[in-house]
C-alpha cells in the first residue's frame, strides 16, 4: 500500500493540532541543551535554503591613540562586517498507527499524545546530535596531560585544562555567556550569570567532581538556577552534561585505566576519548527549534479516510524541520580531548 496522505493535523481540528505542536515544542526542549548557547537566527518560511549569520568586527584603537589635531575632524573608521552562509537541511520522521491499536488497547485514547511525544524527544535528540556533530568538528583543540594527539590521550580533566582554555578565551577577546535561550516553545532569552560554558558526556560527572575547587549547584549562590545537566563550576566554567555526547571509542592510548567502550580496559585496550566543549559568546549560530514556523507537525488520526486508506484502518503522526549550524568563531570555543576515570574512588 502507498504511503497514507498526511495534512497538518489531519481531521483533528486546528485547536488540537496547536495544543499538539504546544506540547510537541515543550517536550523537545528538555532534552535541548547547545540550542541554550548558540546565537540564533530564524529562518521564515519561503526564504530560501541559505542563512547568513553576520558579525560586525571590533573597532581599531590604532588610529584613534594619534592625538587631535585642533580643528581637524579624524578620519574615521568603516564598518566591517565578516558574512557566514550556512545552509539548512530538512529532516523528517514519521510513526504509524492502525485501528486495532485505537480500538482495542486499553490506553488507545492516549496514543496520540503519547506519540506526539516521542516524535518530539526523537526530533530534539536528532537536532542535538547534529548540532554536536558541527562542532566537535571545530579546529581548536587542547589535550588532557598536555600531548599532542587523540591517540596519546590517557589522562582525565585537571584544573590546568581548564586554566588553559580560560587562557586562551582571555587572550583572544572572548567574552563571558550573559544571556542564553530560553527553554521555552517560544523564542526569547534570559540572563544568567556570567560564564563560559563546557558540555560533555556524563561518564565525566566523577572526574569533573574531583577537580580542586569544584563548586556542585547545590552550593551556587542561586540554587535552583542551574540548568538541565548542570552538575556544577569550576573557577569561570559551568559544565553541562549529558549522555547523547558520544566519545571517540578506543581512540586514545592504550595500556590506561580509564574506560575503553564503556568498560575497565586491559592493557592491550586503547581507551576512549572525550570530548569537552567549551563555549565563549557568539561561539556557534543555528536555526533554532523553537515557534510554530521551526516544526511542521503532521498528524493523521485513525479513522480518516482517503484515497490510500478507504476504510481508515491507519493513522500517523510525524514531523519535519529544517536545520542548520555552524561554527562563526573558533576561537571562542575549544575542545578538550580527556579520559574517563574506569574505577572513580
Not at 504511503?3 to 481531521?11: E, I, K, L, R
Not at 510537541?24 to 542563512?51: C, D, H, M, P, Y
Not at 584613534?64 to 589635531?69: E, H, I, K, M, Y
Not at 580531548?337 to 574506569?342: I, K, L, Q, R
Request: hydrophobic content about 40%; aromatic content about 8%.
Amino acid at each position: 500500500m502507498s504511503n497514507p496522505q498526511t495534512t497538518a493535523y489531519g481531521d483533528i481540528g486546528t485547536r488540537s493540532g496547536v495544543a499538539l505542536e504546544k506540547a510537541f515544542l515543550k517536550r523537545a526542549q528538555n532534552f535541548l541543551i547547545l540550542e541554550r548557547f548558540g546565537q540564533v537566527s530564524v529562518q521564515e518560511r519561503n526564504k530560501g535554503t541559505t542563512r547568513k549569520f553576520r558579525e560586525i568586527k571590533s573597532l581599531s584603537i590604532t588610529n584613534a591613540l594619534t592625538p587631535v589635531v585642533e580643528g581637524v575632524t579624524p578620519d574615521g573608521q568603516k564598518i566591517v562586517t565578516r558574512d557566514v552562509p550556512v545552509s539548512l537541511d530538512q529532516y523528517a520522521d514519521l510513526v504509524r498507527t492502525t485501528d486495532k491499536i485505537d480500538d482495542v488497547h486499553e490506553d488507545g485514547k492516549a496514543i496520540l499524545a503519547e506519540l506526539n511525544d516521542l516524535c518530539a524527544e526523537q526530533a530534539a535528540l536528532i537536532v542535538e546530535t547534529l548540532r554536536y556533530n558541527v562542532l566537535k568538528a571545530g579546529t581548536n583543540v587542547f589535550f588532557a596531560g598536555a600531548v599532542e594527539a587523540r591517540a596519546d590521550v590517557d589522562a582525565v580533566i585537571t584544573l590546568g585544562d581548564i586554566r588553559r582554555v580560560e587562557r586562551m578565551f582571555m587572550r583572544v577577546g572572548a567574552s563571558t555567556i550573559s544571556k542564553i535561550v530560553s527553554p521555552t516553545a517560544n523564542y526569547g532569552t534570559e540572563p544568567v550569570a556570567p560564564a563560559f560554558f563546557a558540555i560533555g558526556h556524563t561518564d565525566l560527572a566523577s572526574d569533573i567532581r574531583g577537580i580542586e575547587g569544584f563548586v556542585s549547584v547545590e552550593k551556587y549562590a542561586q540554587p535552583g538556577k542551574e540548568m538541565p545537566g548542570e552538575i556544577g563550576k569550576v573557577e569561570t566554567t559551568r559544565f553541562i552534561l549529558s549522555r547523547n555526547f558520544s566519545p571517540w571509542i578506543k581512540a586514545g592510548k592504550t595500556g590506561t585505566t580509564l574506560l575503553a567502550d564503556g568498560v575497565i580496559p586491559d592493557e592491550t585496550t586503547k581507551c576512549d576519548v572525550y570530548p569537552i566543549l567549551f563555549f565563549a559568546q557568539n561561539a556557534f549560530g543555528m536555526v533554532p527549534l523553537q515557534g510554530f514556523q521551526s516544526i511542521d507537525l503532521k498528524v493523521r488520526k485513525v479513522g480518516s479516510v482517503d484515497s490510500s486508506d478507504p476504510l481508515g484502518q491507519t493513522g500517523s503522526v510525524g514531523w519535519k524541520t529544517w536545520q542548520a549550524c555552524v561554527i562563526l568563531n573558533d576561537l571562542f570555543m575549544a575542545r578538550l580531548e580527556v579520559g574517563a576515570t574506569a574505577v572513580p574512588e
